[in-house]
């Protein structure tokens, strides 16, 4: 099924340990997204990635690296994490082009435990 | 900078009764509007957009107009389910966010049987 593809799905990682969110889209998207799903916060915006070769930071880039390997691949780094990460990443992507986003395609999200 | 307030949930509702969430925004151009369902579990889907002002998008039995006049969006739909028990997210894309989407803090709907 075409979508955006997150791995992995669930993942519990100890304070100051490393790992790599990987996201991978099949819709020919230029522009990937991360956020953060928090209760009662909303989707907060940790990265995008306008087009191949690009990248920038949202409202909440602290903490994070990202990648983007290929117009299909966007990939989220913690590079040593903190309890305050524990949330749910969703990535997206989207067409956007004449000034006009035509809406994000979600994955279905890695629930993130740091303890 | 841009903004979206939606109503606060919430909602619980009875099966086949009317639904309104309120959604309103501040925006410096001309956003485009959207309205995304997340059902348990899951990913964000779109569940309609409207990209003008006075345009209506639908889908599912959801409707939701694009007033500028009062910068509103308020998704509706005449008669719920149960299977409609998600919640509820508005957002806007504006040229001023570079066309990221900006979200509201989402509303949860329950629809008892």
């Known amino acids: 099924n075409a979508g955006v593809t997150q791995t992995p799905k669930f993942q519990v990682l100890k304070t100051g340990q490393s790992m790599t969110l990987q996201c991978a889209q099949d819709m020919n998207h230029n522009s990937m997204y991360w956020y953060r799903q928090d209760p009662g916060m909303g989707l907060r915006l940790i990265y995008y990635?306008?087009?191949?070769?690009?990248?920038d930071k949202g409202e909440v880039p602290n903490g994070y690296n990202v990648s983007r390997l290929n117009k299909r691949e966007f990939s989220l780094r913690l590079e040593s994490a903190a309890p305050s990460q524990t949330s749910v990443y969703f990535c997206?992507?989207?067409?956007?082009?004449?000034?006009?986003?035509?809406?994000?395609?979600f994955g279905s999200g890695t629930r993130l435990t740091v303890v | 900078g841009d903004s979206v307030t939606q109503m606060e949930g919430p909602v619980t509702l009875s099966e086949e009764a009317f639904l309104t969430i309120n959604c309103t925004y501040t925006a410096t151009g001309y956003p485009s509007l959207f309205w995304y369902v997340q059902y348990p579990g899951e990913g964000l889907q779109l569940l309609l957009k409207a990209t003008k002002a006075d345009d209506k998008g639908s889908n599912k039995g959801f409707e939701a107009t694009y007033r500028k006049e009062t910068t509103s969006f308020h998704l509706e739909k005449g008669s719920v389910q149960v299977s409609d028990s998600a919640v509820y997210f508005c957002?806007?894309?504006?040229?001023?966010?570079?066309?990221?989407?900006?979200f509201g803090k989402g509303t949860k709907l329950s629809v008892k049987p």
């Open positions: 997206a992507s989207s067409e956007f082009f004449g000034g006009v986003n035509y809406g994000y395609t």
């Open positions: 990635s306008a087009s191949e070769g690009t990248t």
């Open positions: 957002a806007l894309s504006d040229r001023g966010s570079q066309g990221n989407l900006i």
